[in-house]
């Protein structure tokens, strides 16, 4: 068995501990637990953890803990004795790989999170916080997307499995708080992007696919790339380090049944932005348009006001700054083990 624990961190306290009015627990003291810790987004937000000077922070590796059986779940929680329960595992994948894993993203994704919030409950953790996702929302919510409005349809259908599956995260976490008093809460992160991202073009999300396609396609002089969709639907995308920003923050702060959205406000048609990397990469190919290839749902822009109001939060990292960022990265690293693929 790997117990994976840091020591302190050579990072100065952040800036999170000077925002005003927020009441914030003094993670530093806490055992705190991050399941899918090795993943994107776990690794900003360990990361994070550390720069606040966090000393016992956990990862539990799917392959030490297979977080879909119950009898691992007691053993990981025996082993790290946790106080908190940041939950971030669980299987994703864009629009191909929703597709191909209808099963298997429903399965996965409903039975880790119910069977550990039932053992962290019974286990006596402080505090839970469950990540959900966007594609919970129905396929035609009003946009922007409020959180009332979760359960006014069914999500959009390439996505449903998975959406429904990590909803079901948020009904649990209601009636614990309400039966058993439970500190669990509930946060619903936009698309995500940035570095560390799966840059894997059978299973990635729509923007580490696009900077992959134009990168590869300048660098073999190619003249055209080829993406899926018409270009015209749109979302919106919140920068990774920014989301793990809201989720420390929200650890740390908000005590409440009410699901909050974890966004950046900013939305844009997935045509603007395929045109935004391909400047931002300098290729200067032609971007095809397969229309026979899923768009998945029509619009998406979160209403991000309750996070404000809730637990200060506000993103701050601008798409195009962010985007550059991400593919500096992925330049840097496009041959290392991590982003080629399998
Ligand atoms: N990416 C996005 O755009 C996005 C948007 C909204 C919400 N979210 C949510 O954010 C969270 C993190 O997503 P991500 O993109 O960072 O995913 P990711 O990179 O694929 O990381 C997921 C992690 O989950 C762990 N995991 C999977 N199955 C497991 C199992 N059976 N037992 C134990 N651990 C298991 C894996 O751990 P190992 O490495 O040890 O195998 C993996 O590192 C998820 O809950 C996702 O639903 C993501």
């Known amino acids: 068995m790997v117990v994976e624990e840091q020591a302190t961190s050579p990072f100065t306290m952040s800036t999170l501990d000077k925002k005003e009015g927020v009441a914030f627990m003094n993670l530093s003291e806490k055992r705190i637990v991050v399941t899918g810790g090795a993943g994107f987004l776990g690794k900003h937000v360990v990361n994070q953890l550390y720069a606040r000077q966090c000393e016992h922070v956990f990862i539990p590796r799917s392959r030490d803990f297979d977080l879909r059986k119950e009898i691992d779940i007691k053993h990981m929680l025996q082993a790290f004795k946790p106080e908190i329960i940041i939950h971030l595992a ?3 994948g864009g629009i191909g790989a929703n597709q191909k894993n209808p099963g298997k993203f429903f399965y996965d994704n ?6 550990l919030m039932e053992q962290a409950r019974l286990f006596g953790v402080e505090k839970f916080v469950a990540i959900g996702t966007i594609c919970s929302y129905p396929k035609f919510a009003a946009v922007p997307f409020r959180e009332d409005d979760l359960w006014s349809g ?11 599956a990590k909803k079901m995260m948020l009904v649990q976490s209601q009636a614990y708080r309400e039966q058993y008093g439970l500190n669990s809460i509930y946060l619903l992160p936009v698309n995500l992007y940035g570095p ?18 134009c990168v590869e396609a300048k660098k073999r002089k190619e003249k055209e790339i080829v993406l899926w969709g018409t270009g015209n639907v749109t979302r919106e995308f919140i920068y990774v380090e920014d989301a793990a920003q809201a989720i420390i923050l929200a650890t740390g702060s908000y005590d409440g049944a009410d699901p909050i959205n974890i966004g950046s406000g900013e939305e844009t048609t997935i045509r603007q932005l395929a045109e935004t990397i391909q400047t931002l990469c300098d290729y200067d190919g032609d971007i095809v348009w397969d229309s026979n290839k899923p768009d998945g749902q029509p619009r998406r822009q979160l209403d991000t006001q309750r996070a404000k109001a809730a637990f200060s939060f506000e993103a701050s990292t601008p798409l195009a700054a962010g985007l550059q960022k991400t593919i500096a990265w992925y330049c840097r690293h496009a041959g290392d083990d991590e982003v080629k693929s399998p």
């Not at 560390?196 to 396609?213: G, M, Q, Y």
Request: negative net charge; hydrophobic residues 40%; charged residues 20%.
């Open 90 to 92: 669980a299987v994703v």
């Open 196 to 213: 560390h991202d799966n840059f894997d073009l059978e299973t990635s999300h729509v923007i580490p696919a696009i900077i992959r396609k």
């Open 110 to 115: 409903l039975i880790m999170g119910t069977q």
């Open 154 to 164: 069914y999500p959009e259908e390439t996505n449903a499995p998975y959406g429904m």
